[in-house]
RNA sequence: GGAGAGAUACCCAAGUGGCUGAAGGGUCUGGCUUCGAAUACCAGUAGGUCGGUAGUACCGGCGCGAGGGUUCAAAUCCCUCUCUCUCCGCCA
């Protein structure tokens, strides 16, 4: 969410900065007349109950007095009821102010260029070289399912497309996956491991970013007005959510595992084959909430410390900015990370690292305080994936095929496969 | 799912309609005392938020879990909801 303050103060300036991600009309207008509209009400309804307050203070010493007071009453009796029609009014307009203000996406960051979509992100850096087969490579899910290790065929006889059912090694590598990111983030990265509900409240959703916009993109569960997470960001940042944050405290470093649920909605027809593009997933994700002279900074760092788990991995990869165009909602700068993936020829997004300076902190009202007598401030929250798992399993499997349908398993999962090389 | 008890500030806690614009205690901060400290004593400790307004000064609005209602007036009375605890049921 925007700050109403700044808005006010630098009007154009707010809105030309929205409108840098093009598309369409954000409401600006609507916001400068409710905010104007809220403020007159606002001081004519709180003198009225400056005068009420008051006069309530004479009521018991005039009743003491022996005064006849029905007059009175009767007089406050009005009053009571403009304040109440005026309380209304004031009411409404801060909901509504508010459901615009929620629908109006971040301002991207200056640095970021502008642009219309994702052909206009750039190259940041580019690490390893995509491998030269000698022979015919395959696609991860025929891969997998020569080696007995993906079933997407069950998968849809339990629970319909765009489900995965893993089997024996590619459960373990799952796995593995997994424990591999955790233990890099946690033991040398200093994260902190959280292992938060995979359920949320609206609440939750709305604090960063994914409701009231986005809705249909989510799986809801009516029974108890739940939303399954569509990422651990969700859960995560939250988790300090209507806090005050002790400074020393700061930056926080979160990560944690957890399956992400998305509709897909939008992508009918796109990345049907294969693990890349799930309704359930598995992720690992890097959550930070810092102080604002130290974002961009952590955010940088935030990108090496996903980029490391592919280092580590020996798989090819790039980092690209996302231009104003294909930034999301609450962003306002996204790495993303992209790795070589054969059977596409191209790189695929496995990674996005974004930084939200404070506009999810102020929807989820997290706050920091410098020291006991300044007025607590906003943090910044930043999130990335560190990384997609069903992704990273694709890439391994594809960059690590041999000719005769094996895959070499990387060096640094080894410990994790009960030292297994080779899934064969 | 059923029955009961709770939620007041940094913590504990009083408070059944109007000198409660929230008592008292703790904690913390400052003062005093002291060579220094402890103790005692004195003072401050309601933070936050929204406006007037550019402000850490000043004035006002809001605030006792959240949201409604009754009333001239609500922490206090009524309704709805959330969460916590105890017991019962169910259960990995």
Request: with cysteine; proline share 4%; hydrophobic share 35%.
């Amino acid at each position: 969410m925007l700050d109403i303050k700044k808005i006010r103060e630098d009007f154009d300036g707010m809105k030309a900065g929205v409108e840098r991600r093009g598309k369409g009309d954000f409401g600006f207008d609507k916001i400068k007349e409710l905010d104007v509209k809220r403020r007159e009400l606002l001081a004519e309804v709180e003198a009225l109950k400056n005068k009420q307050n008051v006069t309530s203070r004479e009521v018991p010493k005039l009743k003491k007095e022996g005064k006849d007071v029905s007059e009175l009453f009767k007089e406050m009796k009005q009053l009571s009821n403009r304040i109440k029609e005026l309380d209304a009014e004031v009411g409404d307009i801060e909901v509504e102010l508010r459901n615009v203000l929620l629908g109006i996406p971040n301002v991207p960051n200056k640095d970021v260029q502008e642009g219309l979509d994702d052909s206009d992100n750039v190259e940041i850096r580019k690490v390893g070289e995509p491998r030269e087969f000698d022979f015919e490579a395959k696609a991860h899910w025929d891969i997998g399912e020569g080696l007995d290790i993906l079933d997407f065929e069950r998968a849809g006889k339990l629970s319909g497309a765009r489900f995965t059912v893993y089997k024996g090694l590619g459960a373990k590598l799952e796995r593995a996956v997994i424990n591999f990111m955790l233990d890099l983030h946690t033991e040398e990265q200093g994260y902190t491991e959280i292992l938060p509900p995979f359920m949320v409240n609206r609440e939750s959703m709305t604090g960063t970013g994914q409701l009231p916009k986005f809705e249909d993109d989510m799986f809801y569960v009516p029974a108890k007005d739940f939303f399954l997470i569509p990422t651990a960001e969700v859960p995560v940042t939250n988790l300090r959510a209507k806090e005050i944050i002790p400074m020393e405290e700061l930056p926080v470093y979160y990560t944690a595992y957890t399956p992400c649920f998305r509709k897909e909605a939008g992508s009918a027809g796109r990345d049907t084959r294969g693990l890349i593009r799930q309704h359930q997933f598995n992720k690992v994700e890097m959550v930070k909430l810092t102080t604002p002279e130290t974002s961009y900074e952590e955010l940088e760092k935030l990108t090496n410390d996903a980029e490391e788990v592919l280092k580590r991995l020996g798989i090819p990869y790039r980092v690209v900015r996302l231009s104003t165009g294909d930034l999301g909602f609450s962003s306002a700068m996204t790495y993303d990370i992209e790795v070589w993936m054969p059977s596409y020829g191209r790189y695929v997004e496995i990674s996005s690292c974004s930084d939200f300076e404070d506009f999810q902190a102020r929807r989820a009202n997290i706050r920091f305080k410098r020291d006991k007598d300044t007025k607590p401030e906003f943090v910044h929250t930043l999130n990335g994936s560190g990384l997609a798992v069903g992704r990273t399993v694709a890439a391994i499997l594809e960059n690590f095929q041999q000719e005769d349908g094996s895959v070499v398993i990387p060096e640094a999962l080894r410990p994790y496969m009960g030292g297994r090389e080779v899934i064969k």
